[in-house]
T-cell receptor, first 109, second 113 residues
Framework: QKEVEQNSGPLSVPEGAIASLNCTYSDRGSQSFFWYRQYSGKSPELIMSIYSNGDKEDGRFTAQLNKASQYVSLLIRDSQPSDSATYLCAVYSWGKLQFGAGTQVVVTP | ETGVTQSPTHLIKTRGQQVTLRCSSQSGHNTVSWYQQALGQGPQFIFQYYREEENGRGNFPPRFSGLQFPNYSSELNVNALELDDSALYLC????????????FGSGTRLTVV
């Protein structure tokens, strides 16, 4: 079992719609959770961090954390073509940051 | 503009050779980690250094080694290169621990032929 799991996609989303990305993790002791955006050929860029159960909103992005169910999600509202990228879920566990394989999002006009 | 710089940006090596990749951490960041990202996959943790000591290692063989220097710059060395070592190598830094996330460098694309 992988420590951090994501659906690989691609997730096709019409422009203006909501993109919903999910991530599950195996270590119940995990403390910090992150979403990174990675454009093709570029390095990951931190877009959201969340540390406690519930929702956290930042602009068009909302991260949701449920530690009991061991999942974290990311919502992208009013999706734009510039949101087309791979979104990486990362979990801080055992002193290091572990990444999922990423979900590719394609926003279609 | 990222505070983490990596060099070189691209590199082509022959199987069996050795390579050194370099990273300059963001100012004040005393923790650095190196990741390998193969095409279509997420970054895989290689190892982490804190104040010049390795304090975490992923499932990579000993031919992957590193150093962190007093100025918090670091190196990743890979010996006896294999074709499967072809990947994007990412350096990431943080203050004390990655508990609050990492800042990534732009990466080094290594191709082994």
């Amino acid at each position: 079992q992988k420590e951090v799991e994501q659906n690989s996609g691609p997730l096709s989303v019409p422009e203006g719609a909501i993109a919903s990305l999910n991530c599950t993790y195996s270590d119940r002791g995990s403390q910090s959770f992150f979403w990174y955006r990675q454009y093709s050929g570029k390095s990951p860029e931190l877009i959201m961090s969340i540390y406690s159960n519930g929702d956290k909103e930042d602009g068009r992005f909302t991260a949701q954390l449920n530690k009991a169910s061991q999942y974290v999600s990311l919502l992208i509202r009013d999706s734009q073509p510039s949101d087309s990228a791979t979104y990486l879920c990362a979990v801080y566990s055992w002193g290091k940051l572990q990444f999922g394989a990423g979900t590719q999002v394609v926003v279609t006009p | 503009e990222t505070g983490v710089t990596q060099s070189p940006t691209h590199l082509i090596k022959t199987r069996g050779q050795q390579v050194t990749l370099r990273c300059s951490s963001q100012s004040g960041h005393n923790t650095v980690s190196w990741y390998q990202q193969a095409l279509g996959q997420g970054p895989q943790f290689i190892f982490q250094y804190y104040r010049e000591e390795e304090n975490g290692r992923g499932n990579f063989p000993p031919r992957f080694s590193g150093l962190q220097f007093p100025n918090y710059s670091s190196e990743l060395n890979v010996n006896a290169l294999e074709l499967d070592d072809s990947a994007l190598y990412l350096c990431a830094s943080s203050l004390d621990s990655p508990r609050y996330g990492y800042t990534f460098g732009s990466g080094t694309r290594l191709t082994v032929v």
